[in-house]
């Protein structure tokens, strides 16, 4: 017998989300979740999957990258007993004729000419490779022979068409999202106002740097001034190392390009972003970035702090979207369209 175990309490609001999506689902209608960050939307679309499973409906379940496939496929298996689940990432592939599947974005090719999925759940649709990658948006509807699900914590308007919006603003302990502050300072002087905050602080920090070449400089003068930091980025080794010894405190800062703006949950940790006027942090990418910010119960507060030369919109257009999501009304959960949140805005 197909079941489902939560080794927690789901909060109001995602009782409500839950809800929605599978009357949504019975209705024949595609939803879009906006969840901001930390808000543990991977748990309310259990509910749909049960009942589509049940129905003798095949589900997919994809998001953008081999790390997160492993970590959502260790949490499925935990939940749902009674049913193969398969897995496809590279390097891996394992019971890929299975009713519910759990794979990249990149795996769906697999499927193109098979019967296809009556559920399909995206999760992450904001990031690359799925992001304005036309390619793999149309093998996604080609394998959807039903309706989707589609996940992020930045919807923006061009890629959305007739789906019901529902929103999930408030984290599972209800506490508003930390806010960034935009402190305008010249880039010359944005290291030594890094450091002069990351003393104050007195709490581990990591602080996001656009290139690569900015990790090694800015680690090398955090370390001449006393400040136990590494770096983090794709050419660097010893990256899940480094994450490690900043949640075990036995490090104050790490300094990363924007591969940790998102997949990361570190207690208690605050966050500076230096050269924000650089066209890397857009505002999906500064929304992301604040999200690492107060996500655990124990401290559900922090700071983000964003130095940069000018006040860019990418900047301005991050802080209103957090603002504009705590100050929603908690009871009004769903729009008929984003073009109603964008109001907010």
């Known amino acids: ?37 930390g808000s543990g939307k991977t748990e309310i679309v259990y509910e749909v999957i049960c009942y589509a499973l049940t129905q003798g409906h095949r589900v997919c379940f994809c998001v953008p990258r081999k790390e997160l ?13 009674g049913i193969t689940i398969g897995v496809l990432y590279g390097g891996r592939q394992e019971n890929s004729d299975a009713q519910f599947i759990v794979c990249t974005m990149h795996q769906l090719y697999r499927f193109e ?29 080609g394998v959807c022979v039903g309706n989707y699900i589609k996940l992020s914590a930045t919807f923006d308007e061009k890629n959305v068409t007739n789906e019901e919006l529902l929103i999930m603003n408030r984290r599972y302990h209800n506490v508003d999202l930390p806010v960034p502050r935009c402190l305008i300072i010249p880039s010359q ?22 290139r690569i070449n900015d990790v090694d400089d800015l680690t090398r003068y955090l370390m001449r001034h006393h400040i136990c930091a590494k ?14 010894q900043l ?9 990363s390009t924007t591969i940790l703006e998102r997949g990361v949950t570190i207690e208690d940790v605050q966050v500076i972003v230096l050269n924000g006027e650089h066209n890397l942090f857009d505002s999906r990418t500064l929304i992301q970035i604040a999200g690492r910010v107060g996500r655990k119960p124990d401290h559900p507060t922090g700071h983000i702090y964003i130095l940069t030369a000018v006040k860019t919109e990418g900047i301005d257009s991050c802080i209103k979207r957090i603002k504009a999501l705590n100050m929603m009304n908690f009871l009004k959960p769903c729009y008929s369209s984003i073009r109603g949140f964008m109001i907010l805005l």
């Open 231 to 244: 770096g983090v980025s794709s050419t660097h080794e010893n990256n899940q190392q480094a994450i490690l």
């Open 69 to 81: 496939v492993k970590e959502l496929y260790e949490r499925i298996t935990e939940a749902f007993k």
């Open 1 to 37: 017998m197909l079941t489902y175990d939560l080794d927690f309490s789901l909060s109001l609001k995602q009782k409500s989300i839950s809800r929605q999506l599978l009357t949504n689902y019975k209705e024949q209608k595609n939803s879009l979740v906006l969840a901001v960050c």
């Open 189 to 210: 002087l944005q290291k030594p106002i890094a450091l002069q905050l990351i003393k104050r602080m007195h709490k581990k920090c990591i602080i996001f740097v656009p």
């Open 247 to 255: 949640k075990q405190n036995k490090l104050d800062v790490v300094v």
């Open 113 to 141: 000419n098979h019967i296809g999925f009556q559920l399909m759940i995206a999760d992450e649709v904001d990031a690359f490779p799925f992001y304005e990658n036309e390619g793999l948006q149309q093998i996604f509807n």
